[in-house]
């Protein structure tokens, strides 16, 4: 069975400060693993994707992933948090030996970035 | 190009009552998904429509449903309102094959009384 994991809730980091906040996946075949975020009462935007090819990805506003198969971790980090960064992040992943999932997206709990000034 | 559009922005119904959410996808998109977001269960995975079929369905029970239309546009429908049914439902569109990223509409907000 497909699941993703974001073992912690909340993460609170320094403006200025790297942050990183931790997915782990687990999935019958190979993942393709995405990250979004959600602001207050917005739908969910897209950030960065893993299909195939270089372990670390690069994103939107600075963000970038890095995908460990031995871990079958994928997780979210940005050398330098803003405040305007703080928000609900959501990892998620569709299982290619899926088939019939195909247009599926498995997501995580999510984690709530808090940048204080 | 313009993002997903979900109508209408905030909803509020009674127990028993049904409801009718409506997505249009962005321009050439052919795969429309739904899911539904609750503080208890997170995001939940309703169904997926590609080319005005149902390629997809997660576990929810027969009261809610979708359709397609040739346009892409796609409508779901929730018959019976129960509490437990107020939830943000967000909808997202893709080119519909396994590498395409889901670009997610700023949802539906439904609350049952």
């Known amino acids: 069975a497909q699941s993703v994991a974001q073992p912690e809730d909340q993460v609170n980091v320094a403006e200025g400060n790297p942050l990183t906040v931790k997915c782990t996946y687990s999935?019958?075949?190979?993942?393709?693993l995405f990250w979004y975020v959600q602001y207050p009462n917005r739908g969910l935007q897209f950030l960065l994707k893993?299909?195939?090819?270089?372990?670390l990805v690069k994103g939107s506003y600075g963000f970038e992933a890095e995908f460990n198969k031995s871990q079958t971790s994928f997780h979210l980090k940005k050398p330098s948090a803003l405040v305007s960064d703080s928000a609900l992040y959501f990892c998620?992943?569709?299982?290619?030996?899926?088939?019939?999932?195909?247009?599926?997206?498995?997501f995580g709990r999510g984690t709530q970035l808090t940048v204080w000034p | 190009k313009a993002g997903v559009t979900q109508t209408p922005r905030y909803l509020i119904k009674t127990r028993g009552q049904q409801v009718t959410l409506s997505c249009s996808p962005i321009?050439?998109?052919?795969?429309v998904s739904w899911y539904q977001q609750t503080p208890g269960q997170g995001l939940q995975f309703l169904f997926e429509y590609f080319s005005e079929t149902q390629r997809n369905k997660g576990n929810f029970p027969g009261r809610f449903s979708g359709r397609q239309f040739s346009n892409s546009r796609s409508e779901m429908n929730v018959s019976t309102l129960e509490l437990g049914d107020s939830a943000l439902y967000l909808c997202a569109s893709s080119l519909g094959y396994e590498q395409e990223t889901q670009y997610f509409g700023p949802g539906t907000r439904l609350l049952v009384l």
């Open positions: 893993y299909i195939t090819g270089d372990n």
């Open positions: 321009s050439g998109h052919r795969s």
């Open positions: 998620a992943v569709r299982d290619l030996e899926g088939g019939s999932t195909l247009g599926r997206l498995y």
């Open positions: 999935v019958s075949g190979n993942p393709y």
